[in-house]
């Protein structure tokens, strides 16, 4: 139990345990508040709940954050969020307790959720702060209050509602500007000067991380190495050395469908479904070109959403760049990506899913990509 009164907290009623906060909040299928006497039966030692939940919850979080020891390292990016995040807890990990966001807990909701289950004791604390409208890094960070801020890259999430790259820019830098202690940035990002002209204290990051901190023996996905460069940076500061961050990389995995090699029909699979944007697809592409297999490769596009007015023209260059690649097959999913120059295409994935065993041959290497909500993960379930 923390000097606030609980242990922990959550806003799914499923997973109070004895002497947890539970945040009853309206969603759209499901009110909260009516999971209060379920929340109070498993033990919850504190309930915020009714009209200003969301008030209170993001009220609490700030005061809990200003009561904590911890150092709060904020993330955001275009791409490569959660890699940097999951790397910094890593690295950050051998210099002191280090606690960090939790799947994909890095907005309005789930921030300061990520805030109140940091122990009081924590050394580090390291948050994802997603953002897709204006407005929405500013907001968090008043909750979070971050120490060091880190921005990944500006790209191409999100158009339809910031507009413009620029538009991009000036959100993420928002972070930089107002990090206390240091703004981390790739020193190559189109945007680094307009990056560095809003931090405090900027620190531009060259794209590959020291010589010995990577294994070259290793395969990793696209961009792995400028966020592991991010991240030692930050970690360096703090007095993690280039072999500490090496030996604790052992082992290291990215958590949900992001560049996870699965095994199905003597294929090797690269699940990276997760989430998609123009930038991603042709780093991904460019990967998948790259690395040696025993059979062909074959890249599997599905739709990226929010992207605007440019979408047509921003799924066109990015199967375009596929079929420059020379990529054996490339198969297109969803109403978007069958208007592009590929092999095949299917509007309708059930329809893929029917014959997708007779496109892939043992030894073949598969990339599956898309914005989540295309389900391209499921060509994989059993």
Wanted: with cysteine.
């Amino acid at each position: 139990m923390n000097a606030f009164g609980f242990s922990g907290a959550t806003f799914d009623s499923r997973l109070v345990e004895p002497g947890m906060l539970y945040v009853a909040l309206k969603g759209e299928k499901a009110d909260g508040n009516a999971f209060i006497p379920d929340a109070r039966a498993k033990g919850a030692a504190k309930v915020i709940g009714g009209p200003n939940a969301l008030a209170e919850l993001q009220a609490l979080a700030r005061d809990y954050r200003r009561a904590l020891k911890a150092t709060v390292v904020g993330v955001t990016g275009s791409a490569g969020k959660t890699t940097t995040k999951e790397l910094l807890r890593t690295f950050l990990a051998c210099a002191g307790k280090t606690h960090a966001t939790d799947g994909n807990f890095n907005n309005h909701l789930g921030l300061p959720i990520t805030i109140l289950n940091c122990p009081e004791d924590a050394d580090f604390l390291v948050v994802e702060m997603g953002s897709n409208h204006p407005g929405e890094i500013a907001a968090l960070c008043d909750i979070a209050e971050p120490d060091v801020g880190v921005v990944t890259g500006v790209g191409t999430a999100h158009l339809e509602f910031f507009k413009s790259r620029a538009g991009i820019a000036d959100e993420k830098g928002t972070l930089l500007a107002r990090a206390k202690d240091a703004a981390v940035f790739p020193a190559a990002d189109d945007f680094a000067a307009a990056l560095a002209a809003r931090a405090r204290n900027p620190v531009a990051v060259a794209a590959e991380p020291p010589a010995g901190l990577l294994d070259p023996a290793v395969p990793q996905p696209p961009h792995f190495a400028a966020n592991a460069a991010l991240a030692f940076a930050v970690a360096a500061r703090f007095g993690v050395t280039c072999a500490q961050a090496r030996a604790a990389l052992d082992g290291f995995a990215l958590p949900g469908a992001r560049w996870r090699l699965r095994e199905k029909w003597g294929a090797t699979f690269i699940d990276d479904t997760y989430n998609a944007n123009p930038d991603a697809m042709i780093a991904a592409l460019d990967t998948l070109a790259a690395t040696p297999c025993d059979g062909k490769r074959v890249a599997v596009l599905g739709d990226m959403f929010e992207l605007g007015p440019d979408a047509p023209a921003l799924h066109r260059k990015v199967f375009d760049h596929a079929m420059a690649l020379k990529i054996p097959l490339v198969i297109g999913v969803g109403e978007q990506s069958a208007q592009c120059l590929c092999h095949c295409v299917y509007r309708d994935l059930a329809k893929l899913k029917k014959k997708f065993r007779l496109d892939v041959s043992a030894g073949d290497l598969v990339l599956l990509k898309a914005s989540h909500a295309m389900g391209l993960g499921t060509l994989l379930d059993d």
